[in-house]
């Protein structure tokens, strides 16, 4: 079935008009789709963002091309905030600024996922081949037909007309996933991760100045739990506990004000200082849950999965919605180029799937980089000789962390093969004692002289 279709229908309904639906929708629009996309939420130009989850995000290079691409990065720009490396913060809240990378251009940006989500929102209103629905929840959709049924907000339950393709890019939580799956046409399972999240507000100073440094991400690393904080475009920071659902160390054991501000005291004193309503915040924001999904297959028949439906991950690469944008990207590529879009739908899943399997597996060994071996003694003489190789060996060592945010031509799958080979290389030289200049770092690097 073409998405032109051959039953008169040249539909693409998507369910879920988060940042990887609109996203979408703007991409097959600019090719001349007619796009209908379903939120269940109420429409955010109308609305405030939900309370205790002003989550910001990280927006590196793959997150950016894909904006771009749509037509959209100059309308987002002004809500973005450069981040040029990682700020420490030890016990006394001192630590250095390590740069994410060595050009200019090598930073990535903090963003607010509400504005984020209504700037695309916006774009998309202004798009005449774009419908927008609110207030409509996807409950499931035949696969056959392409029909999505939907419930309104007085509970009727509505079906929507056919559309040759259905995206479902309903979020980790995907109803229509589930129901896909209810019925035997997929797999799905949740690798849940043992540690939780719980995100405070650290606002500006008084008179409205920054907290900490603005351009960086700053990392309180702990061994077994860290706290993160992101800038935002109002000089406030958004700071993320991460730490172990049960246990000594754990959410479990912060179950009272006293213990939560106890425990803020001692690991994280200089934050503390800095959220006058820590008590009231630490009580109200929810815990969140935080889990690997893997799933197969993301095509069934009319039905497509993408973005976190087909493939959430764990946030410590700030990469799921980059990943998702570069989904969009591939999507709208591939229906573009082929008529028969059953057939771009498999050509998708099996590409990008290598892919988004490299970043979960990434993701979660970055969770340890940060809260842990950001702290090991050799972490800063490790990253400095991952540096000196790549001004040394141009092109050809490129620190894993550099291909993933700065270098949106490598597919994930590459930077984590070379990644490995790489690591191989600093741990030889790092023990041998031997520099990025050293005839050891030519042999490795495979070069004559
Ligand atoms: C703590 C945390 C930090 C993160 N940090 C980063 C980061 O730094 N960088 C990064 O790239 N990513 C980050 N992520 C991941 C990122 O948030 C997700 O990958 C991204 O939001 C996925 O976008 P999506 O549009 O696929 O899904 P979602 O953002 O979940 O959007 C789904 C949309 O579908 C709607 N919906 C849901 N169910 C239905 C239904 N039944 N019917 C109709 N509509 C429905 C929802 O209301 C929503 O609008 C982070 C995630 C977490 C939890």
């Not at 793959?62 to 450069?82: C, H, N, S």
């Not at 915040?281 to 999965?305: I, S």
């Amino acid at each position: 079935m073409s998405a032109a279709g051959h039953d008169g229908s040249d539909l693409v309904t998507i369910v879920g008009a988060g940042p990887v639906g609109t996203l979408l929708a703007l991409l097959l629009a600019r090719d001349g789709r007619r796009v209908r996309l379903l939120e269940k939420r109420s429409d955010p130009r109308q609305s405030a963002g939900e309370r205790g989850r002003s989550i910001n995000l990280a927006l590196a290079a793959r997150g950016l091309t894909a904006l771009e691409q749509a037509g959209v990065l100059e309308r987002v720009r002004p809500e973005l905030v450069e981040m040029r490396g990682r700020q420490l913060h030890d016990l006394q809240g001192r630590g250095p600024l390590l740069p994410y990378g060595q050009r200019p251009e090598e930073v990535i940006y903090a963003v607010s996922r509400t504005r984020l989500n209504t700037a695309l929102i916006e774009a998309a209103a202004e798009v005449p081949l774009i419908e927008m629905h609110f207030s409509r929840r996807g409950i499931d959709v035949d696969p056959d037909s392409g029909c999505v049924n939907w419930r309104d907000a007085a509970g009727s339950v509505v079906t929507e007309e056919p559309a040759a393709l259905v995206v479902a890019a309903d979020g980790a939580g995907s109803a229509l996933r589930n129901g896909l799956q209810d019925r035997g046409l997929l797999q799905a399972t949740d690798d849940a991760l043992a540690h939780d999240y719980k995100e405070l507000q650290i606002p500006a100073l008084a008179g409205g100045a920054w907290a900490f440094e603005p351009h960086a991400l700053h990392i309180w690393p702990r061994g077994e739990f860290m706290l993160i904080a992101l800038p935002n475009p109002d000089h406030s920071f958004t700071a993320t506990l991460f730490m172990p659902a049960l246990g000594a160390a754990s959410f479990e054991s912060l179950g009272t004000p006293a213990a939560a501000r106890a425990f803020f005291a001692r690991e994280f004193p200089d934050a503390l200082a800095l959220v006058p309503d820590f008590d009231e915040q630490f009580a109200q924001h929810p815990q969140g849950k935080l889990a690997t999904l893997y799933c197969w297959p993301w095509h069934v028949r009319r039905v497509l999965l993408i973005g976190d439906a087909a493939h959430a991950i764990v946030p410590f690469h700030g990469q799921g919605l980059n990943c998702g944008f570069e989904d969009c990207v591939l999507l709208a590529d591939l229906l573009a180029r082929h008529a028969d879009s059953q057939f771009a739908c498999t050509e998708f899943e099996n590409q990008r799937r290598p892919d988004t399997d490299a970043i979960a597996a990434m993701a979660i060994e970055n969770y340890q980089e940060m809260r842990e071996t950001v702290l090991a003694p050799d972490f800063a003489a490790r990253k400095q000789l991952a540096l000196d190789l790549e001004r040394r060996f141009p092109g050809r060592f490129i620190p894993r962390y550099s291909m993933v945010m700065f270098h949106a031509e490598i597919p994930y799958s590459e930077a984590r093969r070379r990644g490995t080979l790489q690591r191989g290389v600093l741990d030889a030289l790092l023990a041998a004692g031997a520099g990025a200049d050293s005839a050891l770092a030519a042999r490795l690097m495979g070069e004559s002289g």
